[in-house]
């Protein structure tokens, strides 16, 4: 039996603003750092111990990996970046905030932009300054692959690739294996993992800071997940998520 664990960053400077980030890559608050180091120090408490971690390129991610394995005491664990398990590319929705969005364009539509698996939001345009090819960190990436905008199941693809490539391999080599990434990030991978269908996903909502733990057979199959987290706090959290879409 294999055993990984998935976190999504602690709080976010936009998460706390209520605004769509993707690509956008902003810092974590002083609530998201807390949040990271509860969840080493959780995970330390649990037993919990690392050979490889895997993370995105943006910082709110990296940042809470390194305070994870701050607390672990584990600085040293080999960490691999890539680009393809970063946020969902929310085009040019990045930077509004999501209540106001809301109450322009209305909570359904705000709802389908957010949760549905194959409706992406409004692209950017190509000469817009918060296009990824203007960003250092993308310059190895074909022109064909820089998304300006995404839905759900274009991170699936890039999200089922990247664990197929890199993670999953890993795994099935005996490396004890954390993965820090994003809501929808974590919502393609869960998806691809519990081979949850189209409808089943609009559903799912990810916390910031609290480990997600799955189990994993042989052939990495999952048998149960859990969060590592006090059920009530873990549903609130859940709910909270849900409700960044209304208009208020
Ligand atoms: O804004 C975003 O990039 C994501 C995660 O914070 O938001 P949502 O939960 O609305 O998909």
């Known amino acids: 039996m294999h055993k990984i664990v998935l976190l999504r960053h602690g709080q976010s400077l936009w998460n706390r603003e209520n605004r769509f980030t993707g690509w956008t890559d902003v810092d974590l608050t002083e609530r998201g750092v807390e949040e990271a180091?509860?969840?080493?120090?959780?995970?330390?408490?649990?037993?919990?111990?690392?050979?490889?971690?895997?993370?995105?390129?943006?910082?709110r991610a990296i940042r809470t990996l390194w305070l994870v394995l701050e607390e672990m005491d584990r600085v040293w664990v080999p960490i691999h970046n890539s680009w393809r398990l970063n946020e969902r590319h929310y085009g040019a929705l990045q930077g509004l905030n999501k209540?106001?969005?809301?109450?322009?364009?209305?909570?359904?539509?705000?709802?389908?932009?957010?949760?549905?698996?194959?409706?992406?939001?409004?692209?950017?345009?190509?000469?817009?300054?918060?296009?990824?090819?203007?960003?250092?960190?993308?310059?190895?990436?074909?022109?064909?692959e820089l998304p300006v905008t995404e839905s759900l199941k274009d991170t699936v693809a890039r999200c089922a690739s990247y664990w197929n490539e890199a993670i999953a391999p890993a795994i099935q080599a005996g490396r004890r294996v954390i993965i820090t990434a994003h809501g929808n990030s974590l919502r393609a991978l869960v998806k691809?993992?519990?081979?949850?269908?189209?409808?089943?996903?609009?559903?799912?909502?990810?916390?910031?800071g609290i480990p997600l733990v799955y189990e994993l057979d042989q052939d990495l199959k999952p048998l149960r997940h859990y969060y590592l987290g006090d059920p009530e706090t873990v549903a609130k959290a859940v709910q909270a998520v849900a409700n960044q879409g209304l208009a208020r």
């Open 37 to 59: 180091r509860a969840a080493g120090r959780a995970l330390k408490a649990q037993g919990f111990d690392f050979d490889l971690a895997f993370t995105s390129v943006l910082k």
């Open 99 to 144: 209540a106001e969005t809301a109450a322009k364009y209305g909570e359904q539509q705000v709802f389908l932009w957010r949760r549905s698996y194959d409706m992406a939001p409004p692209a950017l345009e190509p000469s817009d300054p918060r296009h990824p090819g203007n960003d250092p960190r993308y310059r190895a990436l074909r022109p064909e």
């Open 192 to 208: 691809y993992l519990d081979r949850l269908s189209d409808q089943d996903i609009v559903g799912l909502n990810i916390p910031t």
